[in-house]
């Protein structure tokens, strides 16, 4: 049977609304303009500036096929036909331009006489107040009144974005499927019933109120038509499938799923499930790589995690033992990279992050999914697993909650959440303890007054280091007091000052705030809330009162060190995303005098030259001397300019732009050089992990890179005196010496094995009966793992049926232990669990299998004391 192809589909879709006069617009980046947004979905989101009426909008008609993501509902991918975490919607919108009738008709239009759709198969329905869209559908495009239905406002009342913006009425297109295998009553079935019969197409809203705290609706200053068609339903209603995992959306990638596990699509329900959960995840993780979204423990990053191992984990049950992904995404790419090229361009970076991800989480799913079951089996009729054992599955297997929660469901199982988040609260709570890094109080009763004085501190430390200001309030142990003396620790409060206080990674400044009869330190600069400043300050001479004016003074060459540091951060997240990739994105910093970090996404370590180039483009810019520009733009504005920004910041209605020639522009408030030659040199001193996709650079700059490369001489001319040899030939005397240290390896592993061997004889002599077995238990000292291994195996196969258990005694610092069983007597002991009892009992640990297993401890004094109860080891 020949039908249209979801490209096909896609192009008439957008090439019917040109016709119309509309202007065809490129797929959004599913990463939204408006920062404290999660992902764009379908709808108001990219265009709800122009219909509040905030933004003049530059085409007043436009169509577009636009790239979403939800996973608010993952849990229903795979067990219904029309769930997706990835999908696509189209759209056509008016901004102030054409409204109902035109809506209405040409979607009727497109979907009767483009795609040839049957139009007594469809069915509308409008808002239950709505006769002006009734009427249309009745008398305009002639649908039988029993086929308009009217909905309330759960159902066809499209509310704001959040809690105030744009808003009004809807119509909805449903297709009649007549399948009618789940409805409880097939002859009077409508768009109503839940069943599945009926499938919504598409969605077009009349956005023409704004919603304001209340709920309170009035007029907006133009009325809006915003619509959603879903792809991947229209797709399978054009191709006659009532699952959309069976239109030719997912032909070729079931295809290759169906290759890679030898299963076939369509013949096992169960089968099926994980068929369609990987097919559909497959899709979103190449979408979300595409992006430069890692996977992390949070936000965007932890959403991608989620569907890797979601997959992972379906994958799994169908028998897959290690990564499997590969094949099934260069299917997504093939099918899709023609249409969204980004896919092309970034196939490797999406293949590898996925590789890595499936590669560690397989090693946890193993573990977990062997615990959960264990508990399922003791939990009898028990209906809720205790939050207790699932954070126990997370903390020690690394098991994600959301995975255990679907494992327990499939059993009819609930997870107590609760009580999983008290004690994740209570984890995070002494992680911040313990780490010293317990957030500075912001609460603290008196700063509510504080802020009821003092509106706002005004910052303008960007152009001077130096002012006279009025003290306007001071704070003593949780107080307000008029007056302080010399002696006191007290926060002091101003309406304006040079000292920039903490604040996106970059340190306090530090100084001196003082008058002719008063001088103090000031140790911290913090803010009480979003726009109050509080000076911390320890008074070193006289009295201040409330009302004094005094100097402040930044430590200048302390902020000029500073500064420093921060305009490289700049410059080596430019760089790190010229050498290794877009993907990259900044994921936290700091900035002090002395040195800087940066962190980064980026899913593997960074190879030496990788680094070197890095650090070479870095100076190149700062050799260059190029000025640092510092503009201020409105948030709109900016947001046109290809800046970086980061999307955990909440930006105001403007935003401070710093910009380095053509090679970096980022949003950014803290205080910078103003020439990059400033920055003398920068050294990378260190790059390593600190979490699973997030890799951390250290590095220093100005006097701290002279100093530490000072440091470095002085290390290689002690080096180059104690080799007795110049400099230059340092490494060439090393080598040499490495060699003739291998080789005197080498000869003592050689006569170790020798004496182990002479020895071998002496322990076969004395073996000892334990339920009627030779056990062997012997000691060797300090020889090497190698010889402890070699000599455990050949007393293994001169005994033949026994146990062998081997001690290596290294000084008095440890012990390590090898134990071995014959395969005839595992019915009688355990090598691992006995390995693990007397490791235990040494002050260390290990274990293995039940005929090979190895240990350490570090009580070296207990070992005698083993040797001689060695039975008591033996029984279980």
């Known amino acids: 049977m020949n039908y249209l192809n979801s490209d096909e589909i896609r192009e008439k879709f957008l090439s019917f609304f040109e016709s119309k006069g509309h202007k065809r617009l490129p797929s959004a980046s599913l990463i939204p303009n408006d920062p404290q947004l999660l992902f764009t979905v379908a709808g108001m989101v990219p265009f709800k500036p122009i219909f509040w009426g905030k933004v003049e909008p530059t085409y007043t008609r436009v169509t577009t096929c636009q790239k979403c993501i939800r996973t608010n509902d993952i849990e229903n991918v795979g067990r219904t036909p029309r769930h997706h975490t990835f999908f696509e919607m189209l759209g056509n919108f008016s901004f102030g331009d054409y409204f109902k009738e035109e809506a209405i008709e040409w979607a009727w239009e497109f979907l009767t006489k483009e795609l040839n759709m049957n139009s007594e198969k469809l069915w509308v329905s409008v808002y239950e107040t709505d006769d002006d869209a009734f009427n249309i559908w009745k008398n305009k495009i002639n649908i039988q009144e029993n086929k308009i239905l009217r909905f309330g406002k759960d159902d066809n009342w499209w509310g704001p974005a959040g809690p105030t913006g744009p808003c009004g009425p809807c119509s909805e297109i449903y297709y009649d499927t007549g399948h009618v295998e789940n409805c409880p009553d097939p002859d009077n079935c409508t768009p109503a019933c839940d069943c599945g019969r009926f499938v919504e197409i598409w969605n077009i809203v009349f956005t023409e109120f704004y919603a304001d705290e209340e709920g309170n609706l009035s007029p907006l200053p133009r009325k809006n038509i915003d619509t959603g068609a879903g792809f991947e339903r229209i797709c399978a209603v054009v191709q006659g499938k009532y699952d959309n995992f069976k239109s030719d959306l997912f032909k070729e990638i079931i295809e290759e799923i169906e290759k890679t596990f030898n299963v076939k699509f369509g013949q096992d329900k169960e089968t099926d499930v994980s068929i369609k959960v990987i097919a559909d995840h497959a899709r979103a993780i190449s979408f979300l790589i595409s992006e430069g979204i890692l996977p992390s423990n949070e936000g965007r990053g932890y959403v991608l995690r989620r569907l890797i191992r ?133 609460t603290k009763s008196i700063y509510k007054e504080v802020i009821k004085r003092i509106n706002q501190t005004e910052f303008i430390g960007y152009e001077m ?89 930044v430590d200048e060459s302390r902020r000029k060190a500073i500064e420093k540091n921060h305009t490289a951060t700049h410059l080596i997240h430019a760089a790190l995303r010229k050498v290794i990739g877009n993907h990259v994105k900044q994921a936290g910093s700091y900035v002090g005098p002395e040195r800087l970090r940066f962190d980064f996404t980026h899913f593997e370590s960074l190879r030496e030259d990788e680094i070197v180039e890095i650090e070479c483009l870095v100076n190149e810019q700062i050799q260059k001397a190029l000025p640092v520009i510092t503009y201020i733009k409105s948030l709109d504005e900016a947001k046109n300019l290809d800046a970086l920004a980061l999307f955990e910041e909440k930006y105001g209605d403007t935003v401070r732009i710093i910009e380095i020639n053509e090679f970096s522009r980022e949003f950014c408030g803290g205080t910078h050089v103003s ?91 004395n073996p000892i009966l334990v339920k009627g077995e030779k056990v062997i238990v012997a000691i060797l000292e300090n020889v090497d793992k190698d010889v402890h291994a070699n000599t455990a195996d050949v007393l293994s196969q001169k005994l033949g049926k026994g146990v062998v258990i081997l001690f290596n005694k290294n000084n008095e610092s440890n012990v390590s232990i090898i134990v071995k069983v014959s395969k005839e007597l595992i019915n009688k002991f355990n090598a691992g669990h006995i390995a693990k009892k007397i490791a235990s009992y040494l002050g260390g640990g290990g274990g293995g299998s039940p005929i090979f297993a190895q240990a350490g401890g570090k009580e070296v004094k207990k070992l005698e004391e083993v040797v001689k109860n060695i039975s008591n080891f033996l029984e279980d």
């Open 465 to 553: 280091l130096e002012s006279v200001q009025e003290v306007k309030l001071i704070v003593r142990d949780n107080n307000l007091v008029t007056e302080a003396k010399e002696g006191e620790e007290v926060e002091l409060f101003f309406l304006k000052t040079p000292f920039y206080a903490e604040k996106g990674g970059q340190v306090a400044d530090k100084g001196i705030i003082f008058s002719n009869l008063f001088e103090s330190e000031v140790v911290d600069v913090q803010f009480v809330s979003e726009k109050v400043i509080s000076h911390f300050v320890k008074i070193k001479r006289g009295n201040i009162k409330v009302g004094d004016e005094v100097t402040l003074k």
């Open 675 to 765: 020439n990059t030659g400033e920055i003398g040199m920068l050294k990378i001193i260190s790059e390593f992990s600190i979490s699973s996709g997030v890799r951390r650079i250290e590095a220093i700059t100005g006097i701290e890179s002279l100093k530490y490369v000072n440091h470095l001489e002085k290390i290689v001319n002690s080096i180059a005196t104690k080799l007795e040899v110049s400099r230059d030939n340092i490494e060439s005397k090393i080598d040499e010496f490495m060699k003739i240290i291998k080789e005197q390896e080498k000869e003592i592993k050689k006569l170790q094995s020798q004496l182990a061997s002479k020895e071998i004889e002496r322990f076969l002599e």
């Open 310 to 442: 979601r997959a992972v984990r379906h994958g799994a049950l169908l028998n897959a033992e290690g990564p499997f992904m590969r094949n099934i995404l260069e299917a997504v790419i093939e099918k899709m990279g023609k249409t969204y090229p980004e896919l092309i361009e970034k196939q490797e970076l999406i293949k590898k992050i996925t590789y890595i991800e499936e590669e560690k989480f397989f090693e946890t799913l193993e573990k977990g999914v062997e615990r959960l079951n264990k508990i399922i089996e003791t939990l009898d009729n028990t209906k809720v697993l205790p939050g207790s054992i699932a954070f126990e599955l997370y903390d020690t297997y690394g098991f994600p909650l959301d995975i255990t929660k679907e494992i327990l469901e499939e059993k009819g199982i609930m997870v107590d959440e609760d009580e999983f988040n008290q004690l994740m609260d209570t984890q995070r709570e002494m992680a911040r303890y313990a780490s010293g890094s317990v957030e500075y109080d912001k």
